[in-house]
């Protein structure tokens, strides 16, 4: 369960965001839906589950069960799935979902509220790409970043520079002994005392032990989101074979020299919008 940006370009930004809804928890039944057969995985799992139904009870939930297409309730009862049954014989099972779905729910800005500078003043999530203060966003970003770091290196000065947790768990295979080891660090427990949290992230390798390449890395991403939704296509940085590169090929550097190649190449009166997504 994670939020994340996604920058949608063009007008109507809603119906770019509409067909990578996650249908289970929107419960939107539209063109997106489709019907997966998935017969063979509930007869599968009759023998762990120990019958027929209750393995169609595991896959699709309880109410799933009809004996004849003519029994079901797509609007309610049926909605996500149904199974056939007939004569204790499985005919058919089904799994009603949006095999695109991207996100669960949605915020302009959210979390990110005020994500673009205007060239008025304003922070806004909804603009032209030609009154972005590209400028100001990038000198904002540095200063942010400046004073972010000084925070982390007064967190370790005096301390002897921590190792990351990448580094402590290639040498400590035992991840309880691992975790004991990079929290008795000096300078790991000054950085928690310090209020310095990045919840997945280990924040020796998110700051480094270099300011300047830090506040350069950040000003990199000033515009890059998670993910892009740009003539119907949804792109991330795992999924980069819109820009023609393979996922395991992409580092950070090459998804924001791609985003900012995108932006570039846009026209002036392209709407740019940013979105809180959650999944």
Not at 6 to 12: K, M, R, T
Not at 21 to 42: L, P
Not at 220 to 226: A, F, I, Q
Not at 241 to 268: A, P
């Amino acid at each position: 369960m994670s939020h994340f940006t996604v920058l949608v370009i063009g007008n109507n930004p809603e119906q770019a965001l509409a067909p990578y809804h996650e249908f289970e928890c929107t419960g939107i039944d539209d063109r997106y839906i489709r019907e997966i057969d998935i017969t063979e995985e509930v007869r599968g799992d009759v023998k762990e589950q120990g019958s027929v139904e209750e393995s169609v009870i595991y896959n699709l939930g309880d109410d799933s069960i009809v004996s004849d297409e003519s029994e079901l309730d797509l609007a309610d009862q049926h909605k996500f799935g149904y199974a056939i049954i007939r004569n204790g014989e499985l005919i058919k099972a089904v799994r009603r979902t949006n095999p695109n779905a991207k996100w669960d729910w949605y915020c302009l800005g959210g979390r990110w509220d005020g994500f673009f500078l205007h060239k008025n003043g304003m922070l806004t999530n909804s603009l032209r790409k030609g009154d972005i203060d590209l400028a100001g966003m990038l000198s904002d970003k540095a200063i942010e970043a400046k004073r972010d770091y000084e925070k982390f290196a007064g967190a370790v000065s005096g301390h002897e520079f921590p190792r990351t947790w990448t580094s402590v768990r290639a040498e400590i295979k035992d991840i309880d002994k691992a975790r004991e080891f990079y929290k008795s660090q000096p300078a790991i427990k000054s950085i928690k005392e310090a209020g310095i949290n990045l919840l997945f992230e280990c924040a020796v390798e998110h700051y480094g032990d270099d300011e300047q390449a830090y506040v350069i890395r950040q000003v990199n991403c000033v515009l890059s989101p998670y993910a892009i939704i740009h003539e119907g296509n949804w792109i991330s940085k795992g999924e980069m074979g819109w820009f023609g590169l393979f996922e395991d090929e992409v580092t950070q550097y090459q998804w924001n020299e791609k985003v900012s190649e995108l932006i570039s190449k846009l026209q002036d009166e392209t709407m740019l919008s940013l979105y809180d997504c959650h999944v």
